[in-house]
């Protein structure tokens, strides 16, 4: 029953009939759910609380007792002395509750919270890879190392697991940590692994940051564009052959041997204007739904040749911010890409400007030739290098 609803026998002074209609108000109000009847039900809930009403006087008249009356000013006293018991405990209850939650989010929800952090977005299925030989790769917690990451292989008919990287072979020289896996990739033979960490958000993604080999034959670890600075490599891919890996670094694009470490650049002309390897955000925005690298720009053609392009932007305006990372929108420098002209070229067109590059060591040549692509409009280039 309601709280509301109190005793009302042996009380001093004793209890008037007002009192006995509020408490058989509310034994009605609880029992046909209305606080406040329609006029269609208005007669039969004013006849129920009278006859109620009838009832309790009756009782009351015919209840008797040995004990004395209670006073009315003492019962109040301890009712209110258990409500604040009851409050207090309560209170304690929810501050416990709320103390971790204070203690890990800040006060209020920002902007930044929303966009710059990941503690709003959703959890998928992980970083999967589908093997050759079978089943597919994904990350777990190291089994050797606290908060470190193994790569696993997983049948997808048992889940049966297979450690294939452990935390362990992920410490570079000289750390005492693993670096931590964002993204990998592996090699064809499935005996080099990629590893992308260290990331940085280039306009909707986490596309800059540094990257490592793992070579599992022979167990060795080395940094990519190892001189280049931290977290600006971009785009980094192997070769079908897995003995090179290349990658874009602050807008220019480069060639790593693996298996002496020497560094290929092979632009020399990136800028904030001249993108090579790699397209800007509005190029980004329409490849995103093809390529979960979005602007990548370049690619491997075969196991010795790559193939790079990139976008010079036609021009430039000021124009307010979009990016949602900011509380307030601010002016800021974006590149506008014209549109194209009335007659595109489609495809890969020459213009008969080879040159040739020396990449890495031994007799291995890098032959560029620079080309044009219509769609990017004027302005807009591509390259193309080949190796023999």
């Known amino acids: 029953m309601c709280r509301n609803i109190k005793p009302l026998f042996n009380y001093a002074p004793a209890v008037t009939p007002d009192e ?15 606080t406040h009847p329609s006029q269609a039900n208005a007669g039969p809930f004013n006849r129920a609380v009278d006859e109620v009403a009838h009832a309790v006087h009756h009782l009351m008249d015919s209840l008797v007792t040995m004990a004395g009356p209670r006073d009315r000013a003492v019962e109040a ?49 992980g970083q999967v890879r589908w093997l050759d030989s079978g089943g597919y790769s994904s990350l777990a917690p190291s ?70 080999v793992l070579d599992r034959a022979a167990g060795r670890l080395q940094r990519v564009g190892a001189d280049r600075p931290a977290a600006s490599l ?11 890996v290349g990658f874009v670094s602050e807008n220019d694009l480069y060639v790593q041997n693996l298996a002496d470490g020497a560094v290929t650049r092979l632009t020399r002309d990136g800028s904030r204007t001249t993108l090579n ?5 509005v190029y980004e925005e329409e490849f995103m739904l093809f390529a979960p690298e979005g602007a990548d720009g370049w690619r491997w053609t075969g196991p010795g040749s790559l193939t790079g392009s990139w976008t010079r932007a ?6 307010s911010s979009t990016t949602p990372t900011r509380s307030t929108p601010s002016p800021s420098r974006c590149s506008i890409p014209r549109r194209a002209p009335p007659t595109p070229r489609r495809g890969w067109a020459s213009c008969r400007r080879p040159a040739a590059r020396r990449c890495g060591s031994g007799s291995r040549v890098i032959r560029g030739t620079t080309t044009s692509r219509g769609w990017g409009g004027p302005g807009a280039r591509t390259r193309s290098w080949s190796s023999t």
């Open 20 to 34: 006995i209609r509020a408490a058989s108000l509310q034994f009605v109000r609880k029992v046909s759910g209305f």
């Open 77 to 125: 006293a301890r009712g209110r002395a258990r409500a604040a018991k009851r409050f207090a405990k309560g209170l304690a209850i929810l501050l416990c509750a709320a103390a971790p939650l204070a203690a890990q989010q800040p006060d209020s929800l920002s902007l930044d919270r929303l966009f710059a952090s990941a503690e709003f977005q959703a959890r998928g299925a």
């Open 143 to 212: 089994t050797e190392i606290q908060g470190g990451t193994d790569i696993v292989r997983v049948d997808p008919r048992t889940n049966a697991r297979a450690v294939l990287v452990t935390a362990r072979q992920l410490v570079p020289a000289g750390a005492d940590r693993p670096i931590r896996v964002q993204g990998y990739a592996w090699s064809a033979d499935g005996q080099k692994l990629l590893i992308f960490t260290n990331t940085q958000r280039v306009w909707r993604s986490n596309t800059r940051g540094d990257y490592w």
């Open 234 to 244: 971009m785009y980094a891919k192997l070769s079908p052959d897995g003995t090179r």
């Open 277 to 281: 390897g790699r397209f800007d955000w």
């Open 314 to 319: 036609a021009s430039g305006t000021s124009c």
